[in-house]
């Protein structure tokens, strides 16, 4: 097969794309197949996910339309291990990974119970374990594989009220980077994707007076779209990212400089 000059041309990759049903990872999933890869992503809604795959297969050209949902979650090792092994019976491959799904259950530290943080910890810590575990033999016996962590810029900051999630966003970042160190040798990259403040369904039931004090934090004076997260995670994937790895890039206009 004949390599295409488009760096964005994914046709013949196979991508996972975990909690790919709303926001960000829905955004990612669709972008992905509007890009020619075959595309698998999963979530804990079976209804929900079902209509998403379908609404993308319908906007996609027929020999393209290979969009599948599969129910999982993540936080259960052997439901993952049971998933890579299903996707690759089929495919023989998984070129990339998005570990994105994510939970919050905010709360100040003294209200915080056991449970919010475990299960924080559960989906949107070991959940990228248990996805990247699974997949990662397969990419090293290819040797190719282009692995991203959705983490936050709170992951880098901290927030009030958000100790838990900042704790596994922070986790993401030193588990990625042991993975980009890990693998490297193997043309297999690692990296991480921090998102600031984006345009969610999360966001969009922050009050709005809320919202502009936040936009007041941002030197680009707007919260982000999902577009931007994506059109991140598409260079990342590209041949033009094949000497980056192990890196933090923080998508949030700005608010956060080091």
């Not at 994506?230 to 994937?237: D, I, K, P, V």
């Amino acid at each position: 097969m004949t390599t295409s000059p488009n760096p964005f041309d994914f046709y013949g990759k196979v991508a996972l794309v975990t909690g790919g049903t709303r926001g960000i990872g829905k955004e990612l999933t669709t972008t992905l197949a509007q890009h020619g890869a075959r595309v698998y992503f999963c979530g804990t809604n079976q209804s929900l996910g079902e209509t998403v795959a379908s609404e993308i297969n319908q906007n996609l050209p027929a020999d393209r339309a290979q969009t599948s949902f599969l129910k999982v979650d993540v936080a259960n090792f052997t439901a993952c291990s049971e998933m890579v092994a299903e996707i690759t019976a089929e495919t023989k491959q998984i070129d990339f990974l998005i570990n994105n799904a994510g939970i919050t259950r905010d709360n100040l530290l003294l209200r915080l119970k056991e449970s919010d943080w475990d299960e924080v910890m559960d989906v949107n810590l070991k959940g990228g374990f248990n996805c990247s575990k699974a997949v990662v033999r397969s990419m090293i016996k290819k040797r190719y594989g282009r692995i991203i962590f959705l983490s936050s810029v709170i992951g880098l900051m901290g927030n009030s009220g958000q100790a838990n999630y900042a704790a596994a966003k922070a986790g993401i970042i030193g588990f990625g980077r042991s993975l980009a160190r890990e693998l490297a040798s193997r043309n297999i990259t690692s990296n991480m994707i921090a998102p600031g403040y984006i345009e969610t369904e999360m966001t969009e039931a922050i009050d709005p007076k809320a919202q502009d004090k936040i936009k007041e934090m941002i030197p680009a004076g707007r919260l982000g779209t999902v577009k931007d997260i994506s059109n991140t995670a598409l260079f990342l994937l590209s041949p033009m990212a094949d000497y980056i790895t192990g890196q933090v890039i923080q998508v949030d206009g700005g608010m956060l400089m080091a």
